[in-house]
C-alpha cells in the first residue's frame, strides 16, 4: 500500500510537532530544577523573634481560637528576605544570628502599620 505524497506530509509535520512539544515540555522541567533546585535562586521571607520594647515589630494574635498563628508562633517578629541558597549556612530558621552578623546578605522588611498589619515598639 501506497501513501499519498499529502499524507506523508501530514505524518511528517505530526512528529515534528510531537518532538518539539516534547523538547519544550522537557525544557521547561530543566529550567525550572536548574532555578529552583540546583542554582537556588529565589527568595525565602523569614520571621524571627522581636523584641518589642527596643524594636519595631509585627504582631499576631495567637490567643484566639481561629487566629492565624504558624508553628514558629511568634506574635512578635520581625521579617527578613534571604537568598534560599543561603538559608543551609543558617543555624536555625529564623537566620537571625546570621543576619545580624551579616554572615549573609539579608533585607529586613520594617513593619508598616496599616489596616491588615499591626505594629509595635521603638520605630
Known amino acids: 500500500m501506497h501513501m499519498s505524497p499529502k499524507v506523508k506530509r501530514e505524518k511528517v509535520i505530526s512528529a515534528t510537532l510531537q518532538i518539539l ?5 522537557l525544557l521547561v ?13 529565589f527568595i ?3 520571621e524571627a523573634p522581636c523584641d518589642i520594647k527596643s524594636q519595631s515589630c509585627f504582631l499576631r494574635s495567637c490567643m484566639n481560637e481561629g487566629d492565624y498563628c504558624p ?3 511568634f506574635q512578635a517578629y520581625r521579617v527578613f528576605h534571604i537568598k534560599a541558597a543561603d538559608f543551609e549556612t543558617c543555624a536555625d530558621d529564623t537566620c537571625l544570628q546570621e543576619c545580624l552578623e551579616g554572615t549573609i546578605e539579608c533585607g529586613e522588611v520594617y513593619c ?3 489596616e491588615i498589619t499591626s505594629c509595635s515598639g521603638e520605630v
Do not use: A
Open 112 to 114: 508598616v502599620e496599616d
Open 44 to 46: 525565602f521571607s523569614l
Open 71 to 73: 508553628p514558629n508562633e
Open 21 to 25: 512539544l516534547v523538547v519544550t515540555v
Open 29 to 41: 522541567i530543566f529550567i525550572t530544577w536548574h532555578k529552583f533546585y540546583y542554582t537556588k535562586n
